[in-house]
């Protein structure tokens, strides 16, 4: 069984809060973000549960995350720093999802796809969910897929 709603949304919550002091803040419209200006990132669970999650950001919410987390300015981050942030996050975010699941499951590594012109899917999906987030205009997505 996947965790409810009101649950994703805390650990969302929870995880920008306490890894960058940041309150991220639920939205209520699915955020317009051109390709080239998101990441994003996918981290499975395999076992008992099967599913994953997908983390669509904006480049800019990544870069002021990153920023936060590695203590430097916005212009001293390179694309490698902003990769290793929004799979950090992302798999924060799995794991205290994976903790909400019954039965044995892991987690895999964060994959990450940025650039222009590109579609993240799923195959066998059972459900899929759509949380929308946002902090002080910048979009964030998190979809928690469930597989047959």
């Given amino acids: 069984m996947k965790p409810n709603p009101e649950q994703v949304r805390n650990i ?3 995880v920008w809060s306490t890894q960058l002091g940041m309150d991220i803040h639920d939205s209520e419209f699915t955020p317009e973000m051109t390709e080239a200006e998101t990441l994003t990132a996918a981290v499975h669970i395999t076992g008992d549960f099967r599913g994953g999650i997908v983390v669509e950001c904006s480049r800019l919410l990544v870069r002021r995350a990153a920023s936060v987390m590695f203590s430097r300015p916005a212009e001293d981050l390179s694309p490698d720093d902003e990769r290793d942030v929004i799979g950090e ?3 924060v975010v799995a794991g205290n999802i994976k903790a909400l699941v019954t039965g044995a499951n892991s987690l895999s590594l964060p994959t990450i796809v940025e650039g222009t012109d590109y579609q993240v ?3 066998d999906v059972k459900t899929s969910d759509e949380y929308h987030f946002a902090l002080d205009g910048e ?3 998190l979809t928690l897929v469930e597989h047959s």
């Fill in 121 to 123: 899917s799923s195959m």
């Fill in 12 to 14: 969302v919550h929870t």
């Fill in 139 to 141: 979009a964030m997505t």
């Fill in 89 to 91: 996050l992302t798999n």
